[in-house]
């Protein structure tokens, strides 16, 4: 049996662990999960790395290994300008099926091995996505990875 001064101490920790529990927050009701997919077609999923303001996770199919980091990145109408400027000067543009005023993106191919690409992809709403393949990568590979993603529930959460 527990002295009162045990079951105070008890009743003192269980109640500062239920306040700390009720303080965590989840995604604002009616808005995306920000989150990377469980299963992409043709893709075997890694683990979620989860960190502050941002979830990276690795897909593999053969020798193929596709790192994806989905992260919160402010973006007022003068960032978002600069990475329009930037990504249409010489990058091949990537067809996110998004209007251009809520996210672009561009492939970043090797010089020396064109058919080796990442993708980058900066949304209005202030979600940036990087699909990198470290040269394991070819467009295909990385669109498959992008028609998994909820582009268009993230580029409606402003």
């Given at each position: 049996m527990l002295s009162s001064a045990a079951m105070?101490?008890?009743g003192i920790v269980v109640l500062a662990a239920f306040m700390?529990?009720?303080?965590?927050?989840g995604p604002p009701a009616g808005g995306p999960v920000f989150d990377?997919?469980?299963?992409?077609?043709?893709f075997v999923a890694g683990v979620r790395q989860p960190g502050d303001g941002y979830v990276?996770?690795?897909y593999t199919a053969?020798?193929?290994?596709i790192t994806v980091t989905l992260a919160r990145h402010p973006m007022d109408q003068t960032a978002y300008d600069s990475w329009l400027?930037?990504?249409?000067?010489?990058?091949?543009q990537a067809d996110?099926?998004?209007s251009a005023d809520a996210g672009n993106g561009f492939y970043q191919c090797e010089p020396h091995a064109p058919d080796s690409c990442d993708l980058l992809i900066q949304l209005r709403s202030g979600v940036h996505v990087e699909i990198r393949g470290g040269g394991t990568s070819?467009?295909?590979d990385v669109d498959a990875i992008r028609r998994a993603l909820p582009l268009a529930a993230l580029a409606s959460n402003r």
């Open positions: 105070r101490r008890h700390l529990a009720s303080c965590r927050r990377l997919p469980d299963a992409i077609r043709g990276r996770r690795t053969g020798a193929t290994h400027a930037m990504s249409t000067a010489g990058f091949p996110l099926g998004l070819s467009r295909h």
